[in-house]
């Protein structure tokens, strides 16, 4: 397993402007993108919301409380 701190984001509604703001947003702020995992809605083909999983290697920046 990897050294350091793992962030996960929600995000909801899903659609390709919610997922590339918080993808960019929180890749600005230094954490590495690592997996997408989707929610579905029995019946529906659309997800209901998506997690966003990152990491950022190394100790946790002092002051950072995960926001």
Do not use: N
């Given at each position: 397993m990897a050294a350091g701190v793992y962030?996960?984001?929600e995000?909801?509604?899903v659609g390709e402007e919610t997922?590339?703001?918080a993808l960019?947003?929180?890749t600005s702020e230094g954490w590495d993108f690592q997996s997408i995992h989707f929610v579905m809605r029995e019946g529906?083909?659309?997800p209901a919301m998506a997690y966003?999983?990152?990491l950022r290697r190394?100790?946790?920046p002092?002051?950072?409380e995960g926001s």
């Amino acid at each position: 397993m990897a050294a350091g701190v793992y962030k996960v984001v929600e995000v909801s509604p899903v659609g390709e402007e919610t997922l590339e703001t918080a993808l960019g947003r929180w890749t600005s702020e230094g954490w590495d993108f690592q997996s997408i995992h989707f929610v579905m809605r029995e019946g529906s083909h659309r997800p209901a919301m998506a997690y966003l999983f990152f990491l950022r290697r190394g100790p946790r920046p002092a002051g950072d409380e995960g926001s």
